[in-house]
């Protein structure tokens, strides 16, 4: 086993940054804590991605917590996906506690109480900025993928997407979308067979059923206008401090469709809309996903592609995505291959099966000289952690048993009075909330639909004069006996004869 004098000189150059960087905690070794060796994450590997992982109640939320604050210290803009509603405190000061003097005085840190910008986001009914976009937006491919549509049924949304820019008719929300459909196999089937060729009564039916299912989860709160901004996440306060935007999903947990669905759009917005950045000194924005076995166990395969696709190339645009969850094997492989830092909480061994889990979060960890992985995981104490990251060179960093510094705002969530306060102070909310309901394809053809039955009862109305002129001059005789009530009781007569 080597010394203790050089596991610290190990992590004191591990852990030095040339550049700006964020400060997690203090390095552990076996129990105690190594007051001033402190463990320190370049800015420049933040868009590397990461994972904090680990069972309840070991202290993860408040290391998320610690993340976002020193995050926006340096200027950078943060989202977090408040699953379980218990990060709207990062608005207030902690109150301070004597236990959090004793754990800085031990990490050799100074304690800071502080309040951070914040605006509250919503997706639903909950107050707050509300965070719509249109169906337009989605377009057909990243729709058909939330939908789960077959390959016949995705190209069926292509051509109705088609269809609707050669027309003009806006896709805003899913009342539009439902329309177009029905217009498709009804009053426009001619129209759009003549141009586009046939569409299955079937499919079309199929894909209908399926945007009903999204929008009894809530969806259709979330289609329509007016469209979220992306750049509003990169605001940052008069002071110079990047906003945490925290986006309250408390009612979302039982609607995983429409969480993963907000997820993945929201995820291809930022990439549409941001420039490449390449190697950059620091991140231009940084998401962190609470729950994020919500995003993964409810998608599709082909939704899954989409997202591993998004983060590995995302980060050439500055932006950072960090999942938070329980266990690592939450978050598919592929995904985990790509995320740079890593800040594991204690796993608990219940079952055989947990055992077994444990033994497979520990390789992925850098093998260490200084610690048994696999028995250190089941032994952290809360707000204690594993951290690997990469340094400034892309280099992993050695593992490292870490005393997790306190978060500098209050552990708790804010009262009714003051989440309302927050929101009332607002620059962006009115700007989002107004409803808005544009003339878009719903309108449009409807007054199509309404149109066409108008002229078809004004063919009809003169036809119809013109004939009854002829029919004042049929012998009365006549009349009665072409008449539909003569015929049937004719071939009702005739039915009994022939049944004699």
Same mark, same amino acid.
């Given at each position: 086993?080597?010394?203790?004098?050089?596991?610290?000189?190990?992590?004191a150059?591990?852990?030095?940054?040339?550049?700006?960087?964020?400060?997690?905690?203090?390095?552990?070794?076996?129990?105690?804590?190594?007051?001033?060796?402190l463990?320190?994450?370049?800015?420049?590997?933040?868009?590397?991605?990461?994972?904090?992982?680990?069972?309840?109640?070991?202290?993860k939320?408040?290391?998320l917590?610690?993340?976002?604050?020193?995050?926006?210290?340096?200027?950078?803009?943060?989202?977090?996906?408040?699953?379980?509603?218990d990060?709207?405190?990062?608005?207030k000061?902690?109150?301070?506690?004597?236990?959090?003097?004793?754990?800085?005085?031990?990490?050799?840190?100074?304690?800071?109480?502080?309040?951070?910008?914040?605006?509250?986001?919503?997706?639903?009914?909950?107050?707050?900025?509300?965070?719509r976009a249109t169906?337009?937006?989605?377009?057909?491919?990243?729709?058909?993928?939330?939908?789960?549509?077959?390959e016949?049924?995705?190209?069926?949304?292509?051509?109705?997407?088609?269809?609707?820019?050669?027309?003009?008719?806006?896709?805003?929300d899913?009342?539009d979308?439902?329309?177009?459909?029905?217009?498709?196999?009804?009053?426009?089937?001619?129209?759009?067979?003549?141009?586009y060729?046939r569409?299955?009564?079937?499919?079309?039916?199929?894909?209908?059923r399926?945007?009903?299912?999204?929008?009894?989860?809530?969806a259709?709160?979330f289609?329509?206008?007016?469209?979220?901004?992306?750049?509003?996440?990169?605001r940052?306060?008069?002071d110079?401090?990047?906003?945490?935007?925290?986006?309250?999903?408390?009612?979302?947990?039982?609607?995983p469709?429409?969480?993963?669905?907000?997820?993945?759009?929201?995820?291809?917005?930022?990439?549409?809309?941001?420039?490449? &950045?390449? $190697? !950059?000194?620091?991140? +231009? =924005?940084?998401?962190?996903?609470?729950? @994020?076995?919500l995003v993964? /166990?409810?998608?599709?395969?082909?939704?899954?592609?989409?997202?591993?696709?998004?983060?590995?190339?995302?980060?050439?645009?500055?932006?950072?995505?960090y999942?938070?969850?329980?266990?690592?094997?939450?978050?598919?492989?592929?995904?985990?291959?790509?995320?740079?830092?890593?800040?594991?909480?204690a796993?608990?061994?219940?079952?055989?099966?947990d055992?077994?889990?444990?033994?497979?979060?520990?390789?992925?960890?850098?093998?260490?000289?200084?610690?048994?992985?696999?028995?250190?995981?089941?032994e952290?104490?809360?707000?204690e952690?594993?951290?690997?990251?990469?340094?400034?060179?892309?280099?992993?960093?050695?593992l490292?048993?870490t005393?997790?510094?306190?978060p500098?705002?209050?552990?708790?969530? &804010?009262? $009714? !009075?003051?989440?309302? +306060? =927050?929101?009332?102070?607002?620059?962006? @909310?009115?700007?989002?909330? /107004?409803?808005?309901?544009?003339?878009s394809?719903?309108?449009?053809?409807?007054?199509?639909?309404?149109?066409?039955?108008?002229?078809?009862?004004?063919?009809?109305?003169?036809?119809?004069?013109?004939?009854?002129?002829?029919?004042?001059?049929i012998?009365?005789?006549?009349?009665?006996?072409?008449?539909?009530?003569?015929?049937?009781?004719?071939?009702?007569?005739?039915?009994?004869?022939?049944?004699?």
């Open positions: 086993m080597a010394s203790k004098k050089e596991f610290v000189d190990l992590i150059k591990g852990y030095q940054s040339k550049g700006e960087s964020i400060t997690l905690g203090a390095a552990m070794l076996g129990d105690e804590t190594l007051t001033g060796s463990v320190n994450i370049p800015l420049k590997t933040i868009n590397r991605h990461g994972l904090i992982s680990g069972a309840t109640g070991t202290g939320t408040k290391t917590q610690v993340f976002a604050e020193n995050l926006s210290e340096k200027g950078i803009p943060v989202l977090l996906m408040d699953l379980k509603g990060l709207s405190g990062l608005a000061a902690s109150p301070g506690h004597p236990k959090i003097d004793q754990r800085h005085e031990k990490i050799g840190f100074p304690f800071e109480a502080k309040e951070f910008p914040v605006e509250i986001l919503t997706i639903s009914e909950q107050n707050g900025t509300r965070l169906v337009s937006e989605f377009g057909p491919t990243l729709l058909s993928r939330i939908l789960g549509l077959s016949v049924q995705e190209g069926i949304l292509a051509i109705l997407f088609q269809y609707c820019d050669d027309k003009q008719l806006g896709l805003l899913l009342k979308l439902k329309k177009v459909l029905q217009f498709a196999t009804q009053e426009g089937k001619a129209e759009l067979e003549a141009s060729g569409i299955s009564t079937a499919s079309t039916g199929s894909i209908l399926k945007i009903v299912a999204l929008e009894q989860q809530g259709d709160m289609f329509g206008e007016r469209s979220f901004e992306v750049r509003d996440l990169c940052v306060s008069d110079g401090r990047g906003m945490i935007s925290v986006l309250r999903l408390t009612d979302v947990q039982d609607k469709k429409m969480f993963s669905t907000f997820m993945l759009q929201l995820l291809a917005e930022v990439y549409n809309s941001f420039p490449e &950045l390449g $190697d !950059s000194d620091r991140p +231009e =924005l940084v998401l962190f996903i609470d729950e @994020a076995h993964f /166990e409810n998608a599709s395969k082909s939704l899954l592609d989409q997202l591993e696709s998004i983060v590995k190339l995302i980060r050439s645009k500055g932006i950072g995505i999942f938070v969850t329980q266990n690592p094997k939450d978050i598919p492989s592929d995904v985990l291959s790509q995320l740079g830092l890593k800040i594991q909480h796993l608990r061994a219940f079952t055989a099966k055992r077994k889990a444990i033994k497979l979060a520990a390789e992925n960890y850098p093998d260490s000289d200084y610690y048994d992985t696999a028995k250190v995981l089941t952290l104490g809360i707000g952690a594993l951290v690997s990251a990469l340094n400034e060179k892309g280099v992993p960093t050695p490292v048993k005393m997790l510094r306190a500098m705002s209050r552990m708790d969530v &804010l009262s $009714d !009075s003051e989440l309302k +306060e =927050l929101i009332a102070t607002s620059k962006i @909310a009115r700007r989002y909330n /107004e409803v808005i309901d544009s003339e394809a719903y309108e449009i053809l409807n007054k199509k639909i309404a149109n066409a039955q108008e002229r078809e009862k004004e063919v009809k109305s003169k036809s119809g004069s013109s004939k009854s002129n002829k029919r004042t001059a012998n009365p005789v006549l009349k009665v006996l072409t008449s539909a009530t003569f015929i049937r009781g004719v071939f009702g007569i005739l039915n009994k004869v022939f049944k004699k």
